[in-house]
């Protein structure tokens, strides 16, 4: 969910997101996420504008990470959006029983706006 200067609520990867966030002890981190109702191309080797509307609603990016009090620093190795690689992903958090939630403030690329981000993800019991 993102939340513009103007209090206007956005959710550009539907009401339903799905993806994964692991954070290994070794220090590692990598997170994948994709829109809820993204579309399903008709082949294989799909169009331009399909492949570019897949690629719109998904984000994925691993690297390492450092912890400070109440934020995350995701160093980021490789990326979904090559403007990320190297560089430095500051979220802050929150956790709550097996909620953890990650914001952020993103500027537009004229850096008029400032665009605030929130994700929530569940932890995942495992079954053993």
């Known amino acids: 969910m993102a939340t ?3 209090g206007e609520r956005l959710t550009p990867y539907g009401e339903n997101p799905r993806g994964y966030l692991s954070y290994a002890a070794d220090g590692r ?4 996420g994709a829109a809820s109702r993204r579309i399903l191309p008709a082949a ?29 620093t995701h160093h980021v190795d490789i990326s979904w959006n ?11 958090f929150e ?11 993103i500027r537009d690329a004229e850096g008029a706006t400032e665009t605030h981000y929130a994700l929530v993800w569940e932890r995942i019991c495992s079954a053993g």
């Open 29 to 32: 981190m990598q997170v994948i």
């Open 82 to 92: 090559e403007l990320w690689t190297g560089t430095d992903q500051v979220r802050l």
């Open 95 to 105: 956790v709550q029983g097996n909620t953890l939630t990650l914001t952020t403030r």
């Open 44 to 72: 294989s080797t799909a169009p331009d504008s399909d492949r570019a509307a897949l690629h719109d609603t998904m984000f994925a990016y691993a690297g390492t990470y450092s912890l400070g009090v109440g934020k995350v």
């Open 4 to 6: 513009t200067p103007a």
